[in-house]
C-alpha cells in the first residue's frame, strides 16, 4: 500500500488544451496521455465543451464539487451528473460534450485502456468503521471530503481530503476504515 499525498499531485494540461488535470496516478508510472495503461484524475470543468478523445480508452466519471453537469455522449441520451449521483462510465473514443447546470464543477476521471483492463468506480460514505472489499488486484481509495484511518493485513494509516491510497495485490482482502469521509474506490482488473 502507498499514500499519495494531494500535495504531491501531478498537475498537466489537457489533451485538448482546454484546462487543467490532476494526476492522482497512473501505470506505468510516468506514462503520458498516450502510453498510460491506467490513470486517475480530477479536473475542473469552468466552462462548456468536448472532451478529448483517447482512443482505445474507457473512462468513468464522478462529480467531486458543484451543480452538475450535462454530458452529451454520442449515441446516448444526455446525462445529467451530480455529487449525489452515481459515477458514469463510457468510451473514451467517442464524441462527448459537456455542458454545465451552474458554474463549474470538479470531476474524477477513471480511465483504462480497453484491451486488457477494466474497471469500477464507486462512492463511499464513512460514518464510524467500515469494512470495504477490495475486488481487483489494483484498487484506489481517494478520500474526497473528511479524515480516516485505515487497516490492511497489518498495515495502517490515514488519509486527510484530497489523500489517495493505492493498493496493488489487493483482490480478495478487505481494507477497514475508521473516520467520517467521502470516498470514491477505484478497482482495475486485467481482463
Known sequence: MRILRAGDYKRMPWKNGGGETVEI?????DAGLAGFDWRVSM??????????????IDRTLAILDGNGMVLDIEGRTPA?????????????????????????????????????????????????????PLPSSTCLLLCHRGTLSFRRDGETGALAAGDALLINNAAGTVL?????????????ATC
Not at 43 to 56: E, L, N, Y
Not at 103 to 131: F, P, Q, S
Open 43 to 56: 479536473a475542473t470543468v469552468a466552462a462548456d465543451g468536448p472532451f478529448s478523445i483517447f482512443p482505445g
Open 176 to 188: 477497514e476504515i475508521d473516520g467520517e469521509a467521502k470516498c470514491y474506490l477505484a478497482a482495475i
Open 25 to 29: 496516478a497512473v501505470s506505468p508510472e
Open 80 to 132: 445529467l451528473l451530480t455529487t449525489a449521483g452515481d459515477p458514469l462510465a463510457f468510451p473514451a473514443d467517442i464524441p462527448v460534450a459537456a455542458m454545465l447546470e451552474d458554474g463549474a464543477i470538479t470531476d474524477l476521471n477513471v480511465m483504462t485502456r480497453r484491451d486488457g483492463l477494466a474497471h469500477t468506480l464507486i462512492r463511499i460514505d464513512i460514518a464510524g468503521g467500515k469494512t470495504v
